[in-house]
């Protein structure tokens, strides 16, 4: 039985990891740990930028899954952090089919929360022969009123955040946010860039949770998350997550047939639930499960004892309860 006051299964190192070369300009961290021989399961960060961090291991039973983490283009131990040049979702999925290639699995379990749900999506799509199933937490689908949402709707919910977001724009550049802080985030200069990354970053970490844990939003400010938090996301929002329009639902039959559930915080702020309702009316026979009482984050009580119970069920029945 999983505790619901401590929901994680014990801290593990990985038993191996390394460096993967996927072009002339990036390398992807990667590891594996749990049991060598057990049920492969993909963890996909969020951001885009966000990377892995050791606790996300902590999702799955050690003793029966084979749990894959790495950090995607530009994130993490990846190198170069922040880099947004040759960083599109299409090179995302086939650095994923590279992955899954070199450590030799033939079909594993999708789990992603934010931009890991999108990149989840995005890939069972495009590679549902390789899926067994998905875990969905924190549901985006990239599309422009998303974007839009947490540019300027979160200033509903988080006025002074939002005020602290935009005091570096003049008064003249905030009608296009997006566009501000491109210019911005963009620049070769470490002084311009460095400051633009911090600020974005804070800002996302500042609306994560629904109690505010102070703790994440120092760590979301250092420069190891910021630069690719920040970088990255603007990168994507500014061609779309690199999709057609809402094409994520428009795909939804290519993956019908296998097992997901969908975890979202009843208030979350970054993701707002109606983006899961969208998804889950367009792929009903999907797990939709609310929690009343999260925000975002996947570290939230409520959404990882719902997460880690769909861990053990797929574990037990491969298919989700």
Avoid at 94 to 108: A, Y
Avoid at 251 to 270: E, M, S
Wanted: some cysteine; proline content about 7%; charged content about 20%.
């Amino acid at each position: 039985m999983i505790d619901a006051s401590q929901p994680f299964f014990p801290p593990i190192e990985p038993h191996r990891s390394g460096m993967l070369p996927v072009d002339d300009i990036h390398t992807l961290y990667w590891e594996e740990s749990g049991n060598p021989g057990g049920l492969p399961v993909l963890f996909l960060h969020g951001g885009p930028g966000g990377g892995t961090s050791p606790r996300q291991r902590c999702f799955f039973n050690p003793e029966h899954y084979r749990i894959i983490l790495f950090d995607q283009r530009g994130a993490g131990q990846s190198t170069p952090l922040g880099e947004y040049r040759n960083n599109t979702t299409q090179l995302l999925i086939e650095d994923i089919e590279r992955l899954r290639t070199m450590l030799g699995i033939e079909r594993w379990l999708l789990f992603g929360g934010s931009w890991g749900s999108t990149l989840a999506l995005a890939y069972g799509q495009a590679h549902p022969e390789r899926c067994l199933g998905f875990i969905l937490r924190g549901i985006f689908l990239c599309t422009q009123p998303e974007i839009d949402w947490f540019l300027n709707g979160m200033r509903w919910f988080y006025p002074e955040v939002h005020d602290d977001f935009i005091a570096a724009i003049p008064e003249s550049e905030r009608g296009d946010l997006l566009q501000a802080y491109c210019k911005r985030l963009f620049s070769d200069n470490p002084d311009v860039y460095i400051p633009a990354a911090r600020r974005w970053s804070r800002y996302e970490a500042s609306c994560l949770f629904l109690r505010p844990d102070p703790q994440a939003i120092d760590q979301f400010g250092t420069d190891a998350v910021s630069l690719g938090i920040g970088r990255l996301e603007a990168h994507y929002f500014l061609h779309g997550g690199f999709f057609s329009d809402d094409q994520l639902i428009r795909n939804v039959d290519k993956i019908r047939d296998l097992p997901a559930v969908i975890v979202q915080g009843r208030y979350d702020v970054v993701c707002p639930p109606l983006t899961a309702y969208r998804l889950h009316q367009a792929w009903p026979e999907s797990r939709l499960k609310i929690i009343d009482d999260a925000g975002h984050s996947g570290f939230e009580p409520g959404i990882a004892q719902q997460l880690i119970a769909a861990t053990e069920s797929f574990r037990i029945s491969r298919h989700f309860g």
